[in-house]
Nanobody, 115 residues
């Protein structure tokens, strides 16, 4: 079992920045491919950023150069730094991990970008 607690969402103006954080009840060393997804109203949930099994990072094209995913093993957290935010980034963002070949999701945190 893995519990994920997300924080950092909110309302920001165009061009602003936010940092999302996800705290895990399990060590990052035992969790596979931690990442962030987002879902806008009426749309499918999409993968935004994640760590690969080799330790590298992967991003959806629309956020490359603006978002950065990171993890801190000592604090059991994975974060998403979001810069130069656009209205199209508005969505509920979810932390996601794989543990024991099973998916675990956070409750989601709302990110709203105004123009």
């Amino acid at each position: 079992q893995v519990e994920l607690a997300e924080s950092g969402g909110g309302l920001v103006q165009f061009g602003g920045s936010l940092r999302l954080s996800c705290a895990s009840s399990r060590s990052m060393l035992s969790i596979n491919v931690p990442g962030w997804y987002r879902q806008a109203p009426g749309k499918e949930r999409e993968l935004v950023a994640r760590f690969t099994r080799s330790g590298s990072t992967s991003y959806v094209d629309s956020v490359k150069g603006r978002f950065t995913i990171s993890r801190d093993s000592s604090k059991n957290t994975v974060s998403l730094q979001m810069n130069s935010l656009k209205p199209e980034d508005t969505a509920v963002y979810y932390c996601h991990v794989v543990y024991g070949d099973r998916d675990y999701w956070g409750q989601g945190t709302q990110v709203t970008v105004s123009s």
